[in-house]
């Protein structure tokens, strides 16, 4: 994102008015907000649906808070506030905080909480944030280096030197230890590693990689040499949001470099047919790279601007860590660009199976396509919304309904979107972000293996 920064300089311009409700036989106007709704839902199984984050650094990786996280040798505490800001606005249910080993591995377990006055530890394993609204966000500390273990319940080793060690390896010591101090252990970055090496780690206990991740997406480097995908390709689209030359709402720049990433998500399939791999969607929100303003006055790299983008609704039996921690691992969990919409009424089943889940032959996988919720940002026409569902990573059936399954294989759903709904808040940029988009993934159904 430092290209951004350099190419097209700092930005100026005022808030875009947002669309008036117009008259009664219009389409429905829901304002634009940046706050965003808590969800309600439940699976048809029972499964609580619950918003979050994975793949977050705090002030305790050396590289956040434009480089300087811990003046003083103490967390920077404005940039913290940020953090649980960006949580609490956007009504996140849970965050996966994945620090880097320097300074992650130097701090004491219960340090790594980052629990502030009014919050919760829960049983010294998570620490419950509570926003201003009453809203609480359920934190659980972690790692990022060469592995991503997520919702550890305590150190690796006993002194730094071990944990650092450990924290920067990735061979089967690493995993095991990871794995003896609770953690699920995920890939970030599977676009920048090979199909070879992400099965030797899955034979050692990796348990899931990223299907997306929003560092990949920006960096030129990574675009080319890892995703295939033109390095700057996006900047002509972009640059009014940077420049404040457009009025369009500034939250809505993200729809200029989103595209899918092919590379990853192969490796996710061929992972996923060896054994369950779940996948996810990293964030990987430092607050480091971009601080000018964009017209809403908050930099563009904001925490809270960040997270408004994707979120990870994982399914949830209930609301202790271990329930959250069970839930991802078992791939009962759907990626959400939420930037484009809330989704409710999204279900992919398998008998009494859901998402993540296994079985034989002879069914019916059951796919029921997702609406806009309705706290939904509207202004403009009803989307366009479609399904396709995928056999072994390969398009296999189009739309929403029931399907026979007859053949082995890992199955998964991809939500299409075209986002006329944001026409109103896209304004002079609608002709160039309006087109169809990946909006929902499933995580994937191993059948008859």
């Keep these: 994102m430092h290209h951004l920064l350099v190419l097209l300089g700092a930005c100026t311009g005022a808030p875009a008015d947002l669309a008036d409700s117009g008259p009664p036989d219009a389409p429905v106007v829901v304002p634009w907000s940046e706050a965003r709704a808590p969800l309600t839902e439940a699976s048809p199984a029972g499964r609580a649906w619950r918003r979050g984050i994975i793949h977050l650094h705090s002030p305790y990786s050396h590289d956040a808070c434009d480089g300087d996280p811990m003046p003083g040798g103490v967390p920077d505490e404005e940039c913290l506030s940020h953090l649980r800001r960006g949580l609490c606005t956007n009504a996140m249910d849970f965050a996966m905080i994945t620090d880097h080993p320097a300074h992650a591995a130097e701090q004491e377990f219960a340090d790594t909480l980052l629990s502030r006055e009014g919050d919760e530890v829960v049983d010294g394993l998570a620490n419950r944030i509570l926003c201003d609204d009453g809203h609480r966000v359920l934190t659980l500390p972690g790692i990022e280096d060469a592995l991503m273990p997520i919702g550890l319940d305590g150190p690796v080793a006993d002194t730094f030197e071990e944990r650092d060690r450990l924290y920067n390896a990735s061979d089967a010591e690493a995993l095991a230890a990871d794995i003896a101090a609770g953690a699920t ?231 299409e979107i075209v986002p006329h709904h944001l026409v109103g808040f896209l304004d002079d940029q609608a002709g160039a972000l309006v087109r169809e988009y990946p909006w929902l993934y499933s995580n994937s159904f191993r059948l008859g293996l």
């Design 185 to 415: 252990v995920l890939q970030a970055h599977t676009e920048g590693k090979s199909l070879d090496l992400l099965l030797e780690r899955q034979a050692n206990g990796l348990a899931g990689v990223e299907l997306f991740n929003l560092h990949a997406m920006v960096d030129p480097t990574i675009r080319e040499e890892d995703l295939g995908l033109d390095g700057f390709g996006y900047l002509e689209t972009i640059a009014p949001f940077i420049s404040g030359d457009t009025a369009a709402q500034p939250d809505l720049a993200f729809l200029g470099f989103y595209q899918e990433q092919g590379v990853s998500l192969e490796r996710w399939d061929a992972l996923s047919l060896v054994a369950p791999t779940v996948g996810t969607a990293g964030t990987d929100a430092h607050e480091n790279t971009l601080p000018n303003l964009l017209s809403d006055g908050e930099r563009v790299d904001s925490y809270r601007r960040m997270m408004s983008w994707f979120s990870n609704i994982a399914l949830v039996d209930g609301d202790t860590p271990e329930d959250l921690q069970a839930a991802i691992a078992a791939g009962h969990l759907f990626v959400a660009f939420e930037v484009l919409g809330t989704p409710t009424g999204f279900h992919v089943g398998y008998g009494a199976a859901e998402m993540g889940g296994a079985g034989d032959l002879g069914g019916t996988l059951d796919v029921t396509c997702p609406t806009l919720a309705a706290t939904t940002p509207q202004s403009g026409a009803p989307p366009e919304i479609t399904a396709t569902v995928f056999k072994d990573g390969e398009p296999w059936q189009e739309g929403c309904g029931s399907f026979a399954v007859t053949e082995a294989g890992v199955y998964r759903v991809r939500v």
